[in-house]
């Protein structure tokens, strides 16, 4: 069974660029999350989807990050502008949604991203 | 806000030796905590978990404790192996995921 892929596994963009990152989860499963992890710091929540709903975004930054996931599947993060702070890797996780509170994420490898 | 820290950010151990891994967490309503290994230019792999009315579990060579009174989680590994090396993520679960900054473990052969 294929894992949680990403793409693209690096990024390095300019400041003022617009970057879309994509996860595609483990096939079946509902919940998918998205993470950041600056440079030598934690690894921080972004936000959680459970289908195509997002369940909680309280972790995205601010209004230039913008997470979809149209029909279920695949999900995108968009950042527009990208600003210098925006560096760091993203990570995807999905689990499977059977107890959420218990629920097993599978994580991606990861987007590094580089803003210039 | 929630915090979730390691009390040390590398540890080196000779392999064959039981490696112990520290993390403090700050929110007592935490119900749900997990360790993560990951390797270099890999996602955060699941190691074990364990829930809040436990005070330890087992796994293949790991186990974690968690005592709730001082807030403190551990993974022990033991007889250590190269393989080992990687950065271990201490996470709780308090309606969302709050992962620590990661200790690194260098295990020299």
């Known amino acids: 069974e294929a894992g949680v892929t990403q793409f693209p596994s690096h990024s390095v963009i300019e400041k003022g660029q617009t970057v879309t990152l994509r996860c595609d989860p483990i096939?079946?499963?509902?919940?998918l999350y998205w993470y950041r992890r600056v440079m030598g710091k934690e690894i921080k929540f972004l936000l959680h989807?459970?289908?195509?709903?997002?369940?909680?975004e309280s972790g995205m930054p601010n209004n230039r990050f913008l997470a979809e996931r149209t029909g279920g599947t695949y999900s995108t993060l968009k950042v527009q502008p990208a600003e210098l702070e925006d560096s760091g890797v993203y990570f995807c996780?999905?689990?499977?949604?059977?107890?959420?509170?218990?629920?097993?994420?599978?994580f991606g490898p990861g987007t590094r991203l580089t803003v210039l | 806000g929630e915090s979730v820290g390691l009390h040390l950010p590398t540890l080196s151990v000779q392999e064959g030796d039981n490696s112990i891994i520290n993390c403090a967490y700050s929110n007592s309503a935490s119900d749900y905590f997990i360790w993560y290994k990951q390797e270099s230019g890999k996602g955060p792999q699941f190691i074990i978990d364990i829930r809040s009315n436990m005070d330890k579990r087992q796994g293949q060579r790991v186990t974690v404790l968690l005592n709730k009174t001082v807030k403190h989680l551990s993974l022990q590994i033991a007889a250590t192996q190269p393989g080992d090396s990687a950065v271990y993520f201490c996470?709780?679960?308090?309606?969302?995921?709050?992962f620590g900054t990661g200790t690194s473990l260098t295990v020299i052969p």
């Open positions: 989807f459970v289908k195509e709903s997002k369940q909680d």
């Open positions: 096939s079946g499963h509902d919940n």
């Open positions: 996470a709780e679960k308090c309606n969302q995921f709050y």
């Open positions: 996780a999905s689990s499977q949604g059977i107890r959420e509170s218990t629920d097993t994420q599978y």
